[in-house]
């Protein structure tokens, strides 16, 4: 019974020590900045009429995205990799995201820094998730019954800022 008890012990300390890794995470991957802050001498072809500008960590991104679950691996709506996106309003919402290759394997293997994955929403059971990750930077697309989301890089090739 002891033995039991030690056991479930362990399992809440690791359990809260993996959620609290996440949500920290998040906090460092994207920072709220001002637009007024950011200095871009490339193009800007998307300027939507509404939008949010946060920093992003791309290698942390990138470096914690390692961790996510192969497609058809898991159930993506409970066996998912948690990962926080900024939304427009300035509100985080959370996803489980697994990685889901759509490139042949000789591609994938030829480019391996080109990483897509798929989500579902956590806070909005209605929201699901594309996103990609390459040299260009971080693009998402968020579609729920509410609203179409879309993250892309602040500028053409930016990957230290992004809108939403």
């Not at 919402?93 to 391996?112: D, G, H, I, T």
Request: charged share 15%.
């Amino acid at each position: 019974m002891l033995q039991n008890s030690n056991l479930h012990r362990s399992l809440l300390f690791f359990s809260i020590y993996f959620l609290s890794n996440f949500i920290i995470n998040a906090q460092d991957i994207w920072q709220d900045v001002s637009e007024s802050s950011i200095i871009s001498n490339n193009e800007r072809y998307i300027i939507p009429a509404n939008y949010k500008t946060y920093a992003i960590d791309l290698e942390a991104l990138v470096d914690y995205l390692r961790n996510a679950p192969k497609e058809f691996s898991v159930d993506i709506s409970g066996g998912g990799l948690p990962l926080f996106l900024p939304m427009p309003n300035g509100q985080m919402e959370q996803f489980s995201v697994v990685e889901s290759s759509l490139m042949p394997n000789v591609l994938a293997e030829k480019f391996p820094n080109i990483k897509s994955y798929v989500g579902q929403g956590v806070d909005d059971k209605t929201a699901t998730l594309r996103m990609s990750v390459d040299h260009n930077g971080f693009h998402a697309m968020v579609i729920s019954a509410s609203e179409t989301v879309y993250i892309d890089p602040y500028s053409l090739n930016d990957t230290e800022y992004c809108i939403s």
